[in-house]
């Protein structure tokens, strides 16, 4: 039996058996883990409630047979209480827990990066003071170059010309110049360029004076980046709230089945084709 | 593996929320050597199961008719609405024998992991409930977890600004018989922010 320690953040807890759960954390230096819990559900576990997802802990471990098992958990950040308490803050958490659970295929494969990407993004929307939607696209962008798919902004994503460009084809890989345009390609205004950049680069001053309009552009190029790339579509995507509503009874008791909020366009929930047309009308 | 028939039960139990490989061999064994009689009224309530459980039309709990028997119950105070998860929760909290209102089951928790957004949940219904009854105040009794806490704060912003109607979350806390020092960081955040003038 061989023990290890690590911080990890939490990306999801599944149920195993009758009191324990099988934690899947994103450590520092062994990638993902997937380990056992053993009796954590219990309100008498030492456990407590660290394990949650979202937590960002120290643990123990040692290695079993199939899976490790966690002997010793310390809270280093607890994200957690912040983020329940919002329920925008709460779907942006998921997206980028689920998204950091998807592009960690093998376990054990150290992923340093990504593991700071997810800390800093789950750091900002516990402490609340940006707008969550911009802390996940935000993520997404970081985290698809760590994945080696980022889009091209600046340069053409065909021949590299330097830009600014202005059409943007998510087949193609993002930015195209002039002559290498594509049939399918967008064109959004000048600003979406410069939000992509400001976000991929943690540029937030720039990235917060955008107009919400500016955003929701982005967040439907990001989104529809993201699932052409992805094999599978993100689960949590279209539960990802854009902004906060304003008036959720109204909002609640005006509609009728179909949840569309005229302020939230289809392209920002992630579909690649929904992407696509949004943006094409906006031109 | 065992041959035939006996492998494809112990196959069955295995499938079973909380049954690992060895349970499953060893209730497999306890069936076999049961008395028929016993196995029968197994089976008739697999056949009973089979044939659909209803639920409770208003609140969403299981039931055996269109109402079930809480909602049914004219001596339960209209006034007082406790929204839970699931059908196992209204058990847990009629146990206390505390409560007197009536239930609304929402069928889960907001997960968006697992495709659970309010749509897939009574959130309509619960509205829908609020705008006919009369109800005063709303007791919101979901999991003391991550999907149960977000379940909650969405709940909280749904019905705040619901005329005439006040809403309270079950009071959480340290588990009595601990020390201080152990307590997480959740748990104690919360007793904190949920503290109480003496
Ligand atoms: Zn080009
Ligand atoms: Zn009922």
Request: charged share 25%; proline share 5%; aromatic share 6%.
């Amino acid at each position: 039996m061989s023990l290890y320690r690590d911080t990890g953040v939490v990306l999801r807890a599944h149920k195993l058996g009758e009191a324990d759960r099988i934690i899947t954390l994103l450590t520092r230096r062994h990638g993902k883990v997937r380990a056992v819990a053993k009796g954590v559900r219990r309100t008498t576990s030492r456990f407590g409630a660290r394990l949650e997802p979202f937590g960002h802990v120290d643990a123990q471990f040692y290695t079993g047979r199939t899976l490790d098992v966690i002997t010793q958990v310390e809270t280093v950040d607890a994200f957690a209480l912040p983020i329940v308490g919002d329920y925008q803050r709460y779907t942006a958490a998921s997206a980028i827990t689920e998204t950091a659970d998807r592009l960690t295929l093998d376990e054990g494969e150290p992923a340093l990066r990504l593991y700071l990407l997810v800390t800093g993004a789950l750091r900002a929307l516990a402490e609340g003071g940006r707008d969550p939607s911009l802390v996940l696209d935000a993520f997404f962008l970081r985290a698809m170059a760590f994945a080696g798919w980022a889009p091209a902004i600046t340069e053409c994503a065909r021949c590299g010309e330097p830009g600014p460009h202005r059409s943007f084809s998510v087949q193609s890989g993002g930015a195209q110049c002039g002559r290498c345009r594509s049939a399918g390609a967008v064109h959004p205004p000048a600003e979406v360029f410069l939000l992509l950049e400001a976000l991929l680069h943690g540029d937030w001053p720039v990235a917060e004076a955008t107009t919400q309009a500016v955003r929701r552009d982005v967040s439907g190029l990001v989104a529809a980046h993201l699932q052409w790339h992805l094999e599978r579509q993100l689960r949590s995507l279209p539960f990802v709230e854009r902004r906060a509503r304003e008036s959720p009874i109204a909002h609640q008791l005006g509609s009728d089945g179909t949840s569309t909020d005229p302020e939230v366009p289809g392209a920002t929930q992630g579909t690649r084709e929904r992407g696509v047309t949004h943006d094409a009308t906006a031109t | 593996m065992y041959e035939g028939v006996v492998q494809d039960l112990i196959d069955e139990l295995g499938r079973l929320p909380g049954i690992g490989p060895k349970s499953a061999q060893r209730i497999a064994f306890h069936l076999l050597a049961t008395d028929p009689a016993d196995i029968g009224r197994l089976q008739d309530v697999l056949g009973k199961v089979r044939e659909g459980v209803q639920f409770c039309e208003i609140c969403g709990n299981v039931s055996e008719q269109e109402k079930c028997r809480i909602c049914r119950d004219s001596r339960r105070d209209t006034s007082l609405l406790c929204v839970v998860e699931e059908p196992k929760d209204v058990l847990a909290v009629e146990r206390t024998r505390e409560f007197r209102g009536r239930y609304h089951v929402l069928g889960g928790s907001l997960d968006p992991l697992s495709g659970v957004g309010p749509d897939q949940l009574r959130m309509r219904e619960l509205l829908a409930r609020l705008g006919a009854e009369e109800v005063s105040e709303v007791i919101i009794a979901t999991d003391p977890n991550t999907e149960g806490e977000a379940t909650a704060t969405y709940l909280v912003r749904m019905l705040r600004d619901f005329p005439g109607l006040r809403v309270t979350r079950l009071a959480s806390g340290l588990p009595m018989g601990g020390d201080l020092e152990f307590a997480d960081e959740l748990t104690l955040g919360r007793a904190l922010s949920g503290r109480r003038a003496l």
